[in-house]
């Protein structure tokens, strides 16, 4: 069976399982207080061009997004979020437990638009009620989206100026930042990641690592006592080191990088299959994840040999599939796929 | 050097990092709803003798106590705990974070009586101001304790009948769980330690996984909807079936007692080797802890080789130490280490 | 200057401040322990036909629904409300404060529908990611709702049935009930209320008294233990009996009826007034809030001799208007508006 | 029957009630956006000697410690109190509800010590594992304590000096503060409480409103938003003015001393005279609490005209009993009440 169900059915890529297992028997201090850490740190600061930045390692998604949003947001503040936006549906709740509202804005194909964030804190202000609504205290943007979208440099730096004028942080988070990075037609770097937001997170878990997260602040005043309010949602990892050897890994020969450029390559190369054969391709993403439409007769004659799930319900006579590439994802994977659809 | 600091310095104990490198490559659902996950909750309850508990996988000890205690206790309610429990100290505040007070109890060695939790419901109930104060809704205890003391069965049985018949739930932090099974003069089983509690948890990081705890609800109706709280509480591990397959090693040919008893052995010729040298041996502890008085200077000399911690702020001529074993100690660590010890 | 603002810019009505005065000398016990307490919740049991109903009495609207939602509910579930809902909008993020999340749905005129109510739960249920997600525990609607408009004894029967097909409580804010029960056509008696709902509140603070708002549960076993979770929340009043002898005075001699009825009365004699006079009728409102959109001239014009407030922003030329009647509203008031509308 | 059972279990003061009465009927905008509630807050402006100072007012006791808390606290912070301080017993856990842990100090006659203080936050900064910790982020002191004891003003300097050195905030919950202001040998005006303390509270339920607190916060940096987090709390009055008129009355022709000093006076006359009598004076309280230590058939027989609670369980011969004095003992209540004990 060939897999395009997600980015986080397999393992680790090899090169970080085996610094796990080159690793395995040394004894290091606990919770990130280690030399693996400390180097992987000082790797990604350099990544994104900025020494002083603060970074922290926790094991995954919600826990990150919900620790960030809770130490950047006060009490009485709430955050903007694409309607479709993780933490506005998939989190369990996790951002409401610690006490914030999700203040939700009309998406695009899952972004939101600068002009959008400036209308909502404009109305916001301009009613005079507000001291009894929740006010927006940050934005939070995926990049790329949970449509596989990106957003480009001009668009970030658009958020990001409204964000600054508006004085309220820009949070980005990359659980799939990777894959926006090599992105067909991307024209920003990591830097420009680090420059225009406050505070995001490279995600380790979808683009190779067991598991892991790396939350970089480049405006340091905003979360000032981070390794507490870590602890305090359960997402200090007592093994510290594990994140530290893992993400060392990741930022060394590039393996990041590569990471995600492969995976976007496998991942186009499948849409213009598709396409190729006629098929509808529902989203314009040029990131791992593609949505296309099929008659339901060939979804499962697919599924014999590729498994992916649908994106929505099925339909009466074709539903939406969305397909997934990623670090595990081959050449011959692919090949295979496409032979398939071609009925050879 | 040797490593006696703590029993999570380390990576995982070769036959779980084995199994994790062997699955490594395949594709699994994510979120726990794999084989491995299926198999290894399969195990653990036949090794609790308890065909229809809830088990679920959490990363990490904080998160779980969290998570179970948030899941137990009504809004209104607080958990009572030892002083010393580790969840009254050393957990960042997660439990009042989540909107429960910690309710203190005295402590002997890191343990609490039965008698003392009678005492204390008794005297609330009798206190006619109760409403106003926040209600014992469950014990917390921890076996080990934080002193690496044990419960024995009959005070375990004690607990568990003032538990039961006040109505409140007995949970089990069990982050040493193993160690304790393996303790010298230890009179129950996990089979034991699931009858008494209703809720408890089978600790992997200190015993040998990377990471990961086994949440072990023998009393379901306690915690109806497991997933979303675990979600929420951001505990919920993205690639979930790595927790599958620690606890299916940890769980397959006796590997969680082999790990459990060498560790209490080689903390048991420790503390024997350092009371036969004359030192004072502080607590009597029968696990992997053992807490010892030496002179400074001996201590000195010691560190030139062993590292390990300080229990308590460093004296004037002698000070406390603590000297934790683990999977990863060696006949030849504790050889080595008596050897220093003894001058030799 | 005549005061069509809101409800609760004047004190007390006059039999509600004539018993505060009366009873101000004696003492009694604090925290609703105290006769006058207790003799209000018998009347209300009385009135609502329910004799074993809980009733509780908190100072004011935000801490209700805060109170009864977070009991209402477990951590994993959130409540579903109108977009246009008070909870949604105007509490200032207090039902995330205490952990949960404000499930929308759309509105019309203010209300929900049943249908929509049952597709979010087929919807909900039916994508398999729903423990990712939070899941929909209760039903909030007000009644009179946010824009003046009430549910039909038909409407709350359907929402009745959904919920408790769907086996989740529904919860009514009645703030502003009184003037609900008094509205041009209202089909349903305060005793259907009850027996629909599981929980609501029958607001004082806007129908004549200086505050205080009645929970009611008629199902008790939904919030078992509510003292605590009244206190906790910071909703109880040291002086209770504050509470008891205003609902008690509410709930004599037809008070609540009466205030209702007269504020209806007015409230409708103005909004005809205003159709007479050629303006448009924005919302058929039966109850005591009338929008009406005027001439930004007329507005001016009439601004000198009564007060009231904007719906929504002022326009270029005309805009909405918002007219309040309430229990300190007098004949003359809506005369005096009328005569200064016509330009008398 | 003669009340000595608390200072909350009458209505208000005729002058405070006279107010309410005598702008019954006026129209004022809602939530504290009133004429009165601003002159109220210029009287305490000019009565604490400080220009600038914010002042809130909120309804209750809980709510206004669980408010003021919230926001002063940091989420990883937690709030130093004597054990036997109202916010760690009395509260039903509103302080944990909103997320921060209580961290007890010892107490003298519910009293903290400057020096037990500093050694804490020594002790804690000393210990490294302390980021595991809740850091102690401020000081609540009641004044005068839940024993009827005060600081003095030197203690109050030595607290304040050891806060601001080690930057914490002082707080004191103020809900008795009128009779500690009158309190024999009080050396403190009220202007060196606001001198002394970031924020504190003036409470009215205690002292002749019948409700209202009011919140004052000299260092306006420390709560810079506190309207939402009022709202949010649920603890913002609708009728806000109802707390304006009422503090404005207590801020007007010396009521607020008037009432203390009457109340103490009454204490002080009734200690006395039980003390004459040849009983045990059990706290020697300045304040208008008094715990005397009785014999049982002496109890019974005062309490057939006298009422007053039980400090702590009825003994087997004698046992503790506490007399609260308020505005609304008289001198006749202190005479008839003195003429029981005496056997007349």
């Known amino acids: 069976m060939i897999h395009f169900d997600s980015d986080y059915t397999a393992g ?27 180097h992987a740190k000082a790797l990604i600061r350099e990544a994104i061009g900025s020494a002083d930045a603060e970074v922290m390692f926790l094991v995954g998604g919600t826990q990150t997004n919900a620790t960030a949003i809770d130490g950047l947001l006060s009490r009485w503040e709430g955050v903007l979020a694409a309607e479709s936006g993780h933490i506005a549906v998939h989190e369990a709740g996790a951002i409401e437990a610690s006490g914030h509202k999700v203040l939700t804005l009309p998406h695009y194909a899952g972004k939101v638009k600068a002009e959008d964030v400036e209308h909502y804190i404009a109305e916001f202000y301009a009613d005079e009620t507000y001291p009894h609504m929740v006010a ?4 939070y943007i995926s990049q790329p989206t949970e449509y596989g979208t990106i957003y480009s440099r001009h668009e970030l730096e658009a958020l990001s100026e409204v964000c600054h004028r508006r004085n309220i942080p820009l949070y980005i988070d990359g659980a799939r930042l990777g894959y926006a990075l090599a992105a067909e037609g991307a024209d920003f770097t990591l830097g420009d990641i680090a420059r225009l937001a406050d505070v995001f997170y490279i995600g380790g878990t979808k683009l190779g690592t067991l598991f892991g997260e790396a939350l ?9 006592n981070l390794f507490p309010l870590v602890k305090q949602h359960g997402a200090l990892l007592a093994k510290g080191r594990l994140l530290g050897v893992q993400f060392e890994a990741m930022f060394s020969d590039g393996l990041y990088e590569r990471i995600g450029r492969e995976a976007v390559k496998h991942a186009i190369r499948l849409r213009e299959a598709f396409r190729s054969a006629g098929y509808e391709v ?32 099925r339909g009466e006579k074709e539903s939406i599939v969305r397909l997934v590439t ?11 796929c496409i032979a398939v659809l071609n009925g050879k």
């Open 12 to 38: 680790a890529h090899p090169e970080v399982l085996g610094r796990l297992v080159a690793t395995n028997a040394e004894h290091t201090a606990g919770y990130g207080n280690d030399p693996y850490t400390a």
């Open 136 to 139: 927006p205290g940050m934005l």
């Open 216 to 224: 970089v602040c480049t405006n340091r005043a905003l979360l000032p």
């Open 282 to 313: 529902v989203i314009e993403s040029p990131t791992n994840q593609q949505f296309i439409r099929l008659p339901n007769d060939t979804i499962d004659r697919l599924r014999q040999e590729v498994s992916f799930d649908y994106w929505g319900p």
């Open 326 to 336: 990623g670090w595990a994802t081959t050449e011959e994977d692919v090949d295979r």
